[in-house]
């Protein structure tokens, strides 16, 4: 995985992980 995965990419991975333990998204949207 490059970088922050995304909400829909940790859904795939993990539906328990939605916005749980990654508050650098908002920090740093990356959407690549």
Request: overall charge positive; aromatic content about 12%.
């Amino acid at each position: 995985v490059l970088g922050t995965p995304t909400r829909e990419e940790i859904r795939c991975m993990n539906p328990n992980y939605t916005e749980f333990r990654f508050p650098q998204i908002k920090a740093h949207p990356w959407h690549k």
